[in-house]
Nanobody
Framework: QVQLVESGGGLVQTGGSLRLSCAAS????????MAWFRQAPAKEREFVAI????????LYSDSVRGRFTISRDNAKNTVYLQMNSLKPEDTAVYYC??????????????WGPGTQVTVSS
């Protein structure tokens, strides 16, 4: 089993930055691809970014490409999401997940409880 816990969320103004962290415990996440998803009120959970287990591949949604950067430190069992140039539409609960290489949320094995990000206009 893998336990994931996100941190780093909060309230920020438009144009600001936040860095989310996802700490894993239990079994190492080194063999899993790791992703970030987000869910705004009354909306479906949507894919944000994914990084391969080897840290050689990344993929971003169109809405965050160029503003967000995903990274991982397997030695620390931690995944990060650096979010720059934040917009009000980025407001959501952000979740990290461990699983296969996909943008589909149904194919992830483990999820964290989420961290709230609120961007004020």
């Amino acid at each position: 089993q893998v336990q994931l816990v996100e941190s780093g969320g909060g309230l920020v103004q438009t144009g600001g930055s936040l860095r989310l962290s996802c700490a894993a415990s239990g079994r190492t996440v080194g063999s899993y691809h790791m992703a970030w998803f987000r869910q705004a009120p009354a909306k479906e959970r949507e894919f944000v970014a994914i990084i391969s287990w080897s840290d050689t591949r990344t993929l971003y949604s169109d809405s965050v490409r160029g503003r967000f950067t995903i990274s991982r430190d397997n030695a620390k069992n931690t995944v990060y999401l650096q979010m720059n140039s934040l917009k009000p539409e980025d407001t959501a609960v952000y979740y990290c997940a461990a699983g296969v290489w996909t943008t589909r949320k149904d194919n992830y094995f483990f999820w964290g409880p989420g961290t709230q990000v609120t961007v004020s206009s």
